[in-house]
């Protein structure tokens, strides 16, 4: 597969679900130079996959599943934009070749999976450790380090707590300019949206920029708490170098 660093500037956004991941699309969709692709790889994981999704017809009948083929056509390809942001989904990227990387920038997205597993499991009855992404992130970030990169990683609490100064610290790392857009959306869909919107994105859709960041008060299911378990090395390992908010204070 021929790879081309050539422009457009070229940003993966791995995340799991539940991460306000659509959030952070619809941030970069309103820049003045981007192109934002939701979900590029999503026919082709759920083509080979045995994972019970809502809608998962539809979405594969929608969608090229032809990984190579999207990496080739999307990932790579032509875009009429400066700036080309693809939100992902970490356990999407299975049986396709991973050189298409070195050509990319990766930007990590994670979630305290306390916060972020009874969430999970309102769309997937019984989520496992593949479904929330975060093995495969630390196995994503270990990968790209040992290719010379040093990805972002953002923590969805810190995104949250000062969106201003986390995207402008992320903006940085990836040789942008940040732009005060970003901060907020006009309320429903965008036409980027892939068909699986109407189970997943109900939330977002009724905001008009990033929800301050707040715990979840209710009681941790116990029947997911062996996953959690699970969850929470990787979680820890990521964490550490997530990009800190730095809100200014007063004078």
């Not at 539940?18 to 759920?46: C, I, K, Q, W």
């Not at 380090?145 to 940085?172: F, N």
């Not at 960041?213 to 979680?235: M, S, V």
Request: contains cysteine; glycine residues 4%; hydrophobic residues 35%.
């Amino acid at each position: 597969m021929p790879l081309s660093a050539s422009p457009p500037v070229r940003i993966n956004l791995w995340s799991g679900p539940r991460n306000v991941s659509t959030a952070l699309m619809y941030s970069f969709s309103r820049r003045s130079d981007t192109r934002v692709v939701d979900e590029p790889l999503y026919g082709h994981y759920l083509r080979g996959s045995d994972a019970p999704h809502p809608g998962k017809h539809e979405v594969i009948a929608a969608m090229d599943t032809d990984g190579e083929r999207v990496i080739r056509n999307v990932i790579l390809g032509p875009c009429d934009r400066p700036v080309l942001f693809m939100k992902q989904m970490a356990h999407h990227l299975v049986d396709v070749p991973r050189n298409f990387l070195a050509a990319t920038h990766n930007v990590l997205l994670i979630r305290d999976p306390q916060q972020m597993l009874p969430s999970l499991a309102q769309n997937l009855e019984s989520p496992t450790l593949r479904d929330t992404s975060l093995a495969l992130q630390t196995e994503l970030f270990a990968h790209l380090k040992a290719i010379g990169q040093d990805p972002p990683v953002l923590d969805a609490k810190q995104l949250l707590t000062d969106p201003r100064s986390v995207l402008s610290q992320l903006c940085e790392r990836l040789g942008l300019a940040f732009e005060e857009s970003m901060l907020s959306w006009p309320a429903g869909p965008i036409p980027e949206d892939g068909v699986w919107a109407k189970h997943w994105y109900q939330a977002v859709h009724t905001t008009t920029g990033f929800l301050p960041y707040e715990n979840k008060t209710e009681p941790f299911p116990p029947r997911l708490k062996p996953l959690l378990d699970e969850c929470r090395p990787h979680y820890a390992r990521l964490a550490q170098h997530a990009i800190q908010a730095q809100p200014q204070t007063g004078t």
